[in-house]
């Protein structure tokens, strides 16, 4: 088995633009049958499943696929399928640098709630109501891709706005506005400042001098929020990378222990096994054997 692959837009993408893909599913998943093994993207990804069953697993967690569900995935996850029968919807690939020039604030997709660290909020199974809604919004972005009329790609990103907004209104956590807003922006923060610095900066008390707030108030913000603290986001946040690090067999314990910042490799191995009940290796071996007999 090889290392865990990144793909780019640019090496999968048929519409003519390096920011992002548009297809429909089938003719995708046809395309591109080394993605059902466990991989990650560099940019967002979106799917919709109209017809279909099997699995996928975003970062380790499995969900059943279903028809009209849709799931949201962010830049460096893991994820993979294993699909039964035939499986069709509509996919979205776009890069971080998508909205920047069309948006006054470029990171406005990071407001709504699937977009971000929780698997669980990223995986959403569509209410009847809104089926035929949600499918003909991706209808019309794959005519526009399909097309390229005028203005195409804003159009594009009008549309993606307009569907962002539709299911960020039935997760009842897109944008808001007073106290919980504000810390729900604050607690986005934290985990972006995690995300950037985890292998260097251990501390809640660090991360909340780099949001000017106390240590206090960020630990009340994540237990509100989170219902866990700031130090187990944190260290959430280490593991979460060091199972992605262990999809690759190309890397060794050792290299990942370094590669995380550990001091030796019977350090990074009792944490981890602390925190996930088995050894690095144990859980190296479960995936791969997983993958093996899909």
């Known amino acids: ?66 028809p009209y569900q849709i799931y949201f995935m962010v830049p460096g996850q893991v994820h993979s399928w294993d699909f039964e029968g035939f499986t069709d919807g509509y996919i979205i690939n776009f890069s971080a640098a998508f909205f920047q020039s069309f948006l006054l604030n470029p990171s406005y997709p990071e ?20 089926h035929q809604k949600v499918a003909e919004l991706f209808e019309k972005i794959v005519n526009e891709a399909v097309h390229e009329e005028d203005s ?72 509100d929020l989170l219902g866990i603290s700031a130090g187990e986001v944190i260290r959430n946040r280490m593991m979460l990378e060091a199972k992605r690090l262990l999809t690759n067999p190309q890397l060794n314990i050792n290299e990942i222990a370094f590669m995380l ?3 030796d490799n019977s350090y990074f191995t009792k944490f981890f096994k602390k925190f996930e009940g088995k050894t690095p290796e144990d859980f190296r071996r479960g995936i791969l054997n997983h993958h093996k007999h899909e």
């Open 152 to 223: 195409a790609p804003d159009m594009i990103r009008i549309l993606m706005l307009q569907l962002f907004i539709t299911i960020g209104r039935i997760t009842k956590k897109g944008i808001g506005r007073g106290p919980s807003s504000y810390n729900q922006t604050l607690l986005r923060n934290f985990q972006k400042l995690i995300g950037e610095h985890y292998t260097r900066i251990k501390l809640p008390k660090d991360y909340a001098e780099l949001l000017y707030i106390t240590p206090n108030h960020l630990n009340a913000v994540c237990k």
């Open 261 to 263: 910042n550990f001091s």
């Open 1 to 66: 088995m090889q290392s865990t692959p990144v793909f780019d837009i640019c090496t999968l993408s048929d519409f003519k633009e390096n920011d992002i893909l548009i297809s429909r599913f089938a003719p995708y998943l046809a395309q591109h049958k080394n993605l059902s093994a466990a991989h990650r993207h560099s940019f967002y990804h979106l799917v919709l499943f109209t017809t279909g069953a099997g699995t996928h697993s975003i970062d380790f967690e499995r969900f059943f696929v279903k």
């Open 111 to 130: 407001t709504f709630s699937f977009f971000g660290e929780n698997v669980k909020a990223a995986v959403i199974d569509l209410p009847d109501h809104l």
